[in-house]
């Protein structure tokens, strides 16, 4: 994406777990939306759909008459926050959608998300058949989150697959096959 005037510096392709960091704030490749209390952040590479994915999540919900907001799009500062790994646009992209064939576009959005789902966009191939109960969690700056793995290209269940997957409570199996459930008493702090 590029915007005139933007500046801003990816300190690591990876994030903070890359990095191995904990609680500092860094810039990563990806989008954001938030639904309900729930934000969803969405990586993948270059063109892989996670703006347009974001996009149907959030038009969805909205037809339901559920809240959804934009967060951030390309660019987005991930921090840990009182244990919960929070998102949030860099100041100079706040507002700003890419849309494929019509470009940049402004966008009313949230200023931040409590992150309760990393959505992975990747190639088909690179996603095991029965993956490992880990591969459901991932930790990004010190922080566990569920984590679905979703195949490229993008088909039409991509959406309802992550819908499902929050709805069903943000269970996942950690290592040794016990059964954790996202903290959701906590609320969002939009």
Do not use: N, Y
């Not at 706040?94 to 470009?103: D, H, K, M, S, V």
């Not at 490992?132 to 010190?142: D, Q, S």
Request: aromatic residues 2%; charged residues 25%.
């Amino acid at each position: 994406m590029k915007i005139l005037g933007a500046r801003f510096t990816v300190r690591s392709a990876g994030g903070c777990e890359a990095a191995g960091m904990t609680g500092r704030p860094e810039t990563i490749h990806g989008s954001c939306v938030l639904l309900g209390a729930d934000g969803v952040l969405l990586r993948g590479a270059s063109g892989a759909g996670k703006s347009r994915l974001g996009d149907r999540l959030v038009a969805h919900m909205r037809r339901t008459g559920a809240f959804a907001a934009h967060v951030a799009d390309d660019r987005l500062v991930l921090s840990a926050q009182g244990g919960r790994l929070v998102a949030e646009p860099p100041a100079a992209l706040a507002g700003l959608w890419e849309r494929r064939g019509e470009g940049i576009q402004r966008v009313s959005h949230e200023a931040r998300a409590v992150v309760r789902l990393l959505v992975d966009l990747m190639p088909e191939t690179e996603i095991a058949r029965l993956p490992e109960p880990e591969e459901g969690v991932v930790e990004l700056c010190g922080v566990r989150v569920a984590r679905l793995q979703v195949p490229l290209p993008l088909a039409d269940d991509a959406m309802a697959r992550v819908l499902a997957h929050l709805a069903g409570g943000l269970r996942f199996l950690a290592p040794g096959g016990d059964e954790i459930a996202a903290d959701r008493s906590r609320t969002s702090d939009r």
